[in-house]
C-alpha cells in the first residue's frame, strides 16, 4: 500500500520560511514524479509545485515562482517543498501527492496523482 506522510507545517509570520517535507512508502517512489499542492478554506485545492522522477524537472505556480523550491531525495523516498518569503494567501493545508504514471515529468492538474498524503497546515500570519 503506498502511502504518503508529510511533516514541517505550522505557524510563521509573513516574510519567514517553513520546509515542508513528504516521505513516501510502498512504491518504487523513484519512478513518479511527485506534486504538491493546497487547499484554503472554502477554495479548491490547486497546484503548487512539482518534480519529474529524475528530479531533473520542476514546475511552479506563478503564485510562488521565485519563492518555493521543491526538490526530491530518491534514497530516502523523500520530497521536500522549501517555502521562503511567506505571505498570509500562502495559509493553507499543504498536501503532498504522488503521479500515477512512471517516469513523468510532473503534472499541474490533480488528475494526474493517485496517491495523497493527509496534508499538513501552514498558518502565515500578517
Known amino acids: 500500500q503506498v502511502q504518503l506522510v508529510e511533516s514541517g507545517g505550522g505557524l510563521v509570520q509573513a516574510g519567514g520560511s517553513l520546509r515542508l517535507s513528504c516521505a513516501a512508502s510502498g512504491r518504487t517512489f523513484s519512478n513518479y514524479a511527485m506534486g504538491w499542492f493546497r487547499q484554503a478554506p472554502g477554495k479548491e485545492r490547486e497546484f503548487v509545485a512539482t518534480?519529474?522522477?529524475?528530479?531533473?524537472?520542476?514546475n511552479y505556480a506563478d503564485s510562488v515562482k521565485g519563492r518555493f523550491t521543491i526538490s526530491r531525495d530518491n534514497a530516502k523516498n523523500m520530497v521536500d517543498l522549501q517555502m521562503n518569503s511567506l505571505k498570509p494567501e500562502d495559509s493553507a493545508v499543504y498536501v503532498c501527492?504522488?503521479?500515477?504514471?512512471?517516469?513523468?515529468?510532473?503534472?499541474?492538474?490533480?488528475?494526474?496523482?493517485?496517491?495523497w498524503g493527509q496534508g499538513t497546515q501552514v498558518t502565515v500570519s500578517s
Open positions: 518534480i519529474s522522477w529524475t528530479g531533473r524537472r520542476t
Open positions: 501527492a504522488a503521479g500515477n504514471l512512471p517516469y513523468s515529468s510532473g503534472s499541474v492538474e490533480t488528475g494526474g496523482y493517485d496517491v
